[in-house]
C-alpha cells in the first residue's frame, strides 16, 4: 500500500524570528511548539527545583520540563536526583504529588520500590523473573545532565554541548546579587508556590517578565491604588533604570540604576520600609559584608530578571514558567525567604500575595493583557509583530552585555535572538 | 429549649444566612463598596489559602488582607482599569451546606459554595468553603473575618480578580 508523501514542512526559525520582528506563528503553531520543547526544553538547561525546597532526606518534588514529568529528591547522603517520574516496570507514574517527603519511592501499581538514589530495592515475588533480570538494571532513570549554581538547580535531558555555566554566561551575576541580599548567602524557597493558569503562550510570559515599558498601562489601576506602589521607582521613558541583554537570551530591568541614582534610601525594593524597622537584618548585613557594601547591596536590592527559557528572579520572588500548550501555560510564584533575615520575610511573604499570583493586584493582569495578545495574535493579519523599540541604540559593554532604556525592546531581543539560535542551529544539524 | 428561646436562634440564624446572600450578591454583582461596607472598620483579615490548614505566618496564600490591603484592592477595582476585570465577569455562586455556631456575641458560619464565572468564552466553576466571622452590629452583622478554601487550592487557578 503506498503510503502519502512526507510533509517536509521545515520551519525557517530564521526567517520567523528577525531582528526587530517576529512572526506571529512563533505564538500559535503547535508544530513550533513541539520544536520548543525538544530543542530548548530537552536539549538545553532549564531550571528544575531549588535546593532548599527538599532540605531533608526523603523530600521531594515533581516539576515538569517541557513534556517530562520529573522527580527532584534528596537521597540519604544529602545528594539531590532527579529521575523521570515512571517505573521502569510498566510506566506507572510514581509521585502523583506536587511535593512531599518518603523514605523509599513504591510503585502505586505492582509495588516495585527504589530507593532514594533510585536504585531498585524490592518487588513482590522477584523470583518469577527470568535469570537474566537485572535489579541493577531496573532503577529509576537519573536525567542525563544535573548540575546547580546558588541552589538553583538545573537539568538537560538531551545533553548539549553547553555546561550550565557556560549557558548562565552572565547570568550567574544575577544569581549572586539575590543570594548577596542574604547575610549568610543563601535563600529558602520555603512558603509554598502559587500556580496561576496563564492563557498565553509561554514566550509571551518571558516577554513580560522583562518588559518595561507596559507598567504605567497594564497597572495603571493599582498604580491609582496604591501610593507606595506607585511611588517607589521611577516608571517614566527617562528613567534611570536600564533594561539590559546579556546574551544567551537572559536579561533583566535593572532597577538598581534607578536606586542608586535615588541616592541615599535603603530599601526602596521593598517598597521603602524604613531601616529602622528591621534592625536585625540591618545588623546581620553589616556584620557579613562590611557597612559599606552592605549599604549598597540594601540600596541595589535583588535583580528583576528573567533566565532563558523558564527562571525568573523577580526581584523577592521567583517565578517559573510552564509550557502546557501553544496557548497555555502555568506561572509560578514564590517569594524568596533569606536566609538571616526573618523580620524582612514576613514582609516579602505579605508583599508577595499583595502583588504576585492569581489575585495578586499585579500579576492578575499580566495574566490578563497575556491573554489579550494571545487572542490577538490568532488573527493572520498583521503577520508580523513589531519589536524594534530602541533598536540600534544601545549601549554595548566590553563583555557583550547591551544596555538600554527602562522601555526599550532590548531585553525582548535579547531572548529572541537567543531563540533564534537555538531553535535554528539545532535544525540545522538535524537536516 | 423553650419555644421563646427556639424562636430566637431560628431568627437569628435566618439573619445570618441572609447576611450571607446579601453578601454573595453584591459580590456577583460587582458592588464593590457595598460589599466592602460589610466589613469591620478595623482587625480585619480576607484570607484565601493556597491549601487547606496552611500556615499563613510562614507560607503564600493567594490573599491574606487585612484591612488596610482590603481597601487598597477595593480602590484598584474601582478604578475601572483593573484589566483582569475589565470587563468584569459575569458571576452568580449558590450558597448551601450553612452550619452555624455562636461564640459569645460572635457568630462563626461556614458554608459551601458553588460559583460559576462567565469571562469571553470561558465558562469557569469555582467551589470551595467559606469561615466568616461575623460580628453584631447595626442592621445585621459585620465581617470581622473570612476565609475561603477552594477545592482546587492546591491546583494551578485562574485570575482571581473578582471577590470570592
Ligand atoms: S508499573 Fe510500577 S510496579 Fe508495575
Ligand atoms: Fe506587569
Partial sequence: ?431 | MTTATLERSTLSDTAVEQFLYLEARLQDEHRYDEWEALWASEDTLYWVPRRQDADPAREVSYIYDNRARLASRIRQLNTGVRHSQAPKSSLRRLISNIEISRNGDDVEVQSNFILIESRRANLTTWAGRTTHMLAPAENGFRIKRKTVVLVNCAEAIDNLAFLV
Fill in chain 1, 1 to 431: 500500500m503506498a503510503t502519502a508523501p512526507q510533509i517536509q514542512s521545515v520551519i525557517d526559525y530564521r526567517h520567523l524570528v528577525q531582528d526587530g520582528r517576529l512572526h506571529g506563528s512563533l505564538y500559535t503553531s503547535p508544530q513550533i511548539f513541539a520544536d520548543e520543547m525538544e530543542q530548548i526544553f530537552h536539549r538545553g538547561w532549564s531550571f528544575v527545583a531549588h535546593d532548599s525546597e527538599i532540605p531533608n532526606t526523603g523530600d521531594f518534588v515533581v516539576r515538569r520540563v517541557g513534556t517530562q514529568s520529573l522527580i527532584a529528591v534528596r537521597s540519604k547522603d544529602g545528594e539531590v536526583h532527579v529521575f523521570y517520574n515512571r517505573c521502569p516496570h510498566r510506566g506507572a507514574t510514581l509521585c502523583q504529588t506536587s511535593s512531599g517527603h518518603r523514605s523509599r519511592i513504591a510503585c502505586p501499581y505492582h509495588a516495585w520500590t527504589f530507593a532514594l538514589d533510585g536504585r531498585l530495592i524490592g518487588l513482590p515475588d522477584e523470583a518469577a523473573y527470568p535469570a537474566d533480570f537485572s535489579k541493577a538494571d531496573a532503577g529509576l532513570t537519573p536525567v542525563a545532565r544535573m548540575d546547580s549554581y546558588g541552589g538553583f538547580i538545573f537539568v538537560n535531558l538531551i545533553p548539549n554541548e553547553l555546561t550550565l555555566r557556560e549557558h548562565l554566561g552572565h547570568a550567574t551575576e544575577l544569581i549572586d546579587a539575590l543570594l548577596g541580599l542574604s547575610p549568610t548567602g543563601r535563600i529558602q524557597l520555603s512558603a509554598g508556590w502559587m500556580k496561576h493558569k496563564m492563557r498565553s503562550n509561554w514566550k509571551m510570559i518571558v516577554e513580560n517578565q522583562v518588559d518595561g515599558y507596559h507598567a504605567p498601562m497594564v497597572h495603571g489601576s493599582l498604580i491609582a491604588a496604591n501610593r507606595t506602589f506607585a511611588t517607589v521607582r521611577d516608571r517614566k521613558p527617562t528613567s534611570p533604570t536600564r533594561v539590559r541583554d546579556f546574551g544567551m537570551g537572559h536579561s533583566d530591568i535593572d532597577h538598581a540604576s534607578d536606586y542608586r541614582a535615588a541616592g541615599d534610601r535603603l530599601f526602596r525594593w521593598t517598597g521603602g520600609i524604613d531601616p529602622e524597622r528591621l534592625p536585625g537584618y540591618v545588623k546581620a548585613m553589616n556584620d557579613a559584608y562590611g557597612p559599606e557594601d552592605a549599604r549598597r547591596r540594601l540600596i541595589e536590592g535583588p535583580p528583576h530578571s528573567m533566565l532563558f527559557p523558564n527562571l525568573s528572579l523577580a526581584e523577592m520572588n521567583i517565578m517559573v514558567i510552564e509550557p502546557v500548550s501553544p496557548q497555555h501555560s502555568i506561572q509560578y510564584t514564590i517569594p524568596v525567604f533569606l536566609e538571616g533575615a526573618d523580620d524582612l520575610n514576613a514582609r516579602t511573604l505579605r508583599r508577595c500575595e499583595g502583588a504576585m499570583g492569581p489575585a495578586g493586584m499585579l500579576i492578575a493582569d499580566d495574566a490578563e493583557i497575556g491573554e489579550l495578545t494571545q487572542m490577538g495574535v490568532a488573527n493572520l493579519e498583521p503577520e508580523w509583530i513589531i519589536l524594534s523599540r530602541g533598536m540600534g541604540k544601545e549601549e554595548v559593554l566590553a563583555n557583550g552585555v547591551k544596555l538600554a532604556g527602562l522601555m526599550d525592546e532590548t531585553s525582548q531581543r535579547g531572548f529572541w535572538t537567543h531563540y533564534r539560535e537555538v531553535m535554528a542551529a539545532s535544525q540545522e544539524v538535524s537536516q
